[in-house]
């Protein structure tokens, strides 16, 4: 029976990538193991274990990883098979490192960083993305607990796949892994929060108008009444505006005319002195 090196030619990068990755991930861990299938070295099956203090702690989660011929340029589609409450079985899950969004897969990303990825979002809120679900987390629980008994046609029980915590020794996590993680926890954060307060605001649109206060007008003292009296009104305080605009016209128009009064004096000075200047020449000389 041919092996997968024979398969494939060593020259192609993702085959060389995804052979690598196969040597690496040989051995489980606690929280996950993968291993492409015998026939395809571009389809993988896995098993996750549950995040640990959540509803979906104890649970085994198996599902396929569909690698692209561009791997690891383009990232995979995951495709859970044990129903988890959390996303749809047997249907291309959406998430940052899937298929669905290229633009933030990084080639340096790997199949171990997905898996990685896949548990961090696990006890995340779905908020509407493509293949997720939002079952309670009563219903997560028990499915968890079914999922001990889960077996895949290919792999088999999958709860035998992982290792017990104590065999197991997990790779550490390597810088970009840490800070993805980091970003999802924070994106989480911020999903919950953001469904936190829609749910608010659609509770206030919906909320029942209850039965109308009455309004009561504060008691007021003699000396605020008779201070209230004292103010003009809207229409009296608009009058009152228009005549100190209008007065101010009338003083700066008396100011105008009496400087206009003036230059024409100064005006007809100068006039006066050259025509006797004129009439000099004329019959004094």
Not at 68 to 91: A, C, S, V, W
Not at 214 to 239: G, K, V
Not at 242 to 268: C, G, H
Request: charged content about 25%.
């Amino acid at each position: 029976m041919p092996t997968l090196e024979t398969q494939y030619s060593s020259r192609s990068p993702g085959v060389k990538r995804l052979m690598r990755e196969a040597i690496e991930l040989a051995n489980a861990t606690e929280d996950y193991y993968a291993c492409p299938l015998e026939a395809n070295l571009f389809e993988w099956h896995f098993t996750v274990r549950g995040p640990p203090e959540t509803e979906f702690e104890g649970g085994y989660y198996h599902g396929r990883i569909l690698l692209p011929p561009q791997y690891p340029m383009q990232p995979p589609n995951i495709i859970l098979l044990t129903p988890n409450g959390r996303f749809e079985i047997n249907k291309k899950i959406c998430l940052s490192i899937s298929g669905y969004h290229p633009e933030t897969w990084q080639p340096s990303w790997s199949i171990r960083t997905a898996l990685l990825a896949l548990i961090a979002f696990m006890p995340t809120k779905g908020v509407g993305t493509i293949g997720s679900l939002d079952y309670t987390p009563e219903e997560r629980q028990v499915l968890a607990k079914k999922s001990k008994s889960w077996e895949c046609v290919t792999c088999g029980k999958i709860a035998e796949k992982l290792l017990s915590a104590e065999a197991a020794s997990s790779p550490a996590l390597t810088k970009e892994e840490s800070s993805m993680l980091e970003n999802i926890a924070l994106k989480a954060e911020e999903d919950a929060n953001r469904k936190e307060v829609n749910n608010l605001e659609e509770a206030e649109e919906i909320k029942p108008k209850g039965r109308s206060v009455p309004f009561i007008e504060p008691e007021i003292s003699q000396e605020d009444s008779l201070r209230q009296r004292n103010l003009p009104t809207t229409s009296q305080a608009a009058e009152l505006l228009q005549n100190e605009i209008t007065d101010e016209l009338l003083r700066a128009s008396i100011e105008r005319s009496k400087r206009d009064k003036l230059w024409k004096m100064v005006v007809y000075g100068i006039i006066a002195v050259i025509l006797l200047l004129i009439i000099r020449r004329l019959f004094f000389i």
